[in-house]
């Protein structure tokens, strides 16, 4: 479990340490599974320049659903926590929605569109997603004639039930609550670059 802020490390140093560790941990769990075109575990840089750039990273992904999404790091994080809430498929097929218009050779094309619908789409699905009938009935017809966009109606109402529904109690949680707090307490550039320069009198 987090630790509150009353146990936060004194110093700039440890801080910056602790919110590295504290976000590492949180992104552990976190692997989407290749077949997704996901993402894998984070790899830290020691230098501090990379800490404060995630640190300003995870304050943006409170800013819109946007920046969470096109941020790795964010992704990663949202995906840990949706699988707090037993619902990481929602995020898993709008990744795999993503991947699947960058295929251009038509045979593959139409081979991931079948194995997207049967993961995700079709009922009782192994990772089934929470979509209407009419919808999952339109997408199923577009698999007659696949193209790039035959799962884009799919994809964009599973994008607004994650908006509107999960990413508000992503931003409530007490492990993004923790971040934040670690990431504002988190050196910055001027603070812990260089000494400040004496003034003249």
Not at 15 to 21: D, L, Y
Not at 50 to 70: A, C, H, Q, T
Not at 73 to 94: C, I, M, Q, R, Y
């Given at each position: 479990m987090c630790r509150t802020l009353a146990t936060f490390p004194n110093t700039c140093l440890e801080?910056?340490?602790?919110?590295?560790?504290r976000l590492g941990?949180?992104?552990?769990?976190?692997?989407?599974s290749s077949d997704t075109g996901g993402i894998s575990k984070f790899?830290?840089?020691?230098?501090?320049?990379?800490?404060?750039?995630?640190?300003?990273?995870?304050?943006?992904?409170?800013?819109?659903?946007?920046?969470?999404?096109?941020?790795?790091?964010?992704?990663?994080?949202?995906?840990?926590?949706?699988?707090?809430?037993?619902?990481?498929?929602?995020?898993?097929?709008?990744?795999?929605?993503?991947?699947?218009?960058?295929?251009?050779?038509?045979?593959?094309?139409?081979?991931?569109?079948?194995?997207?619908?049967?993961?995700?789409i079709r009922s009782e699905a192994p990772k089934e997603v929470n979509i209407d009938h009419e919808t999952r009935e339109l997408t199923k017809t577009n698999l007659q004639a696949v193209t790039t966009s035959c799962f884009d109606v799919a994809q964009g109402k599973i994008r607004t039930l994650m908006e509107k529904d999960s990413y508000p109690r992503f931003l409530k949680s007490p492990a993004y609550r923790d971040l934040t707090a670690q990431a504002s307490a988190t050196p910055t550039s001027s603070a812990s670059s260089s000494p400040a320069e004496p003034s003249h009198t």
């Open positions: 801080r910056a340490k602790e919110f590295k560790t941990i949180f992104l552990h769990k976190s692997e989407l790899e830290w840089s020691s230098k501090h320049s990379k800490e404060r750039s995630v640190s300003e990273e995870v304050l943006g992904w409170r800013e819109s659903f946007d920046l969470l999404l096109n941020s790795t790091n964010g992704v990663a994080a949202f995906h840990a926590f949706l699988k707090t809430e037993f619902s990481e498929e929602n995020l898993e097929f709008w990744l795999a929605c993503e991947e699947f218009r960058k295929i251009r050779s038509a045979t593959k094309l139409a081979s991931r569109a079948h194995h997207i619908f049967d993961e995700y």
